[in-house]
């Protein structure tokens, strides 16, 4: 039986996620492999945006913590492996690397520099619009083509991009909040109010004609509220 050069690439994409996430023994904290956390925001991503996608999306939708969480992949090397449009996604998924000499900064210092990172980052997501200006500013900087691309196509063109960044950036976050009972109470402080400072706002933006990112985005914050509750309330007891 042929088998299309699409479903082929996707098929290589879950290899190199397999693949990668193992040779660099990557798990996620309750002990699952890392791989089950990309296919299941894949699985979100196709039941929320109920449009048709196409193959560079729902490739970078497999592959978008490559460049935050595996040191030895780049921009460069999804271009390489797949094409400029899917690198382009990842990296606007991916929040910045930080440089730091690690003899030179406190434990402290280098906490501050992430929730800076993590912040700067986030503004961009904070709405449709916010997200469009990111789109074309990193554009620019990447590759010429397609800054060409996002400053000359059409409004309707670049909106389509946001919400399909938008969308995808929300799944992944409704994922991570519902595998969130192995973090810290103040980790999970964070990320509640990361979500809720960033993404609730933007949730509200893509549920003008349909409310099911916002609804399932809202189910996941309160299941995070709740596991801070009782994580803090163990704490507090474990103190007596």
């Known amino acids: 039986m042929n088998i299309s050069p699409q479903i082929e690439q996707i098929e290589f994409a879950c290899e190199e996620i397999e693949s990668d996430f193992q040779k660099a023994g990557k798990k996620r904290k309750n002990g699952e492999g890392y791989e089950s956390h990309p296919y299941e925001v894949t699985r979100l991503f196709i039941e929320l945006w109920q449009r048709s996608i196409n193959t560079n999306t729902l490739i970078a939708c497999l592959l978008h913590d490559h460049i935050e969480d595996i040191r ?123 979500t809720e400072k960033y993404l609730i706002p933007l949730a509200h933006e893509l549920s003008q004609k349909d409310t099911a990112i916002l609804d399932m985005l809202r189910k996941a914050l309160l299941y995070a509220h709740k596991k801070y509750t009782q994580k803090s309330a163990r704490a507090s007891l474990e103190k007596r």
């Open 72 to 194: 030895w992949i780049d921009y460069e090397h999804i271009e390489t492996s797949f094409n400029p449009e899917v690198a382009f996604l990842v990296h606007l998924l991916s929040k910045p690397q930080i440089e730091w000499d690690e003899s030179k900064m406190t434990q402290e210092q280098r906490e501050e520099l992430k929730r800076k990172r993590n912040e700067d980052f986030f503004q961009n997501f904070q709405s449709l619009k916010n997200l469009q200006a990111y789109i074309q500013q990193e554009a620019s900087k990447l590759w010429f083509p397609l800054h060409k691309k996002y400053k000359e196509g059409t409004k309707n063109g670049l909106k389509k991009k946001a919400r399909i960044i938008a969308t995808l950036k929300i799944c992944d976050r409704i994922h991570n909040l519902y595998t969130i009972d192995d973090f810290s109470p103040e980790k999970i402080k964070e990320k509640i109010e990361e």
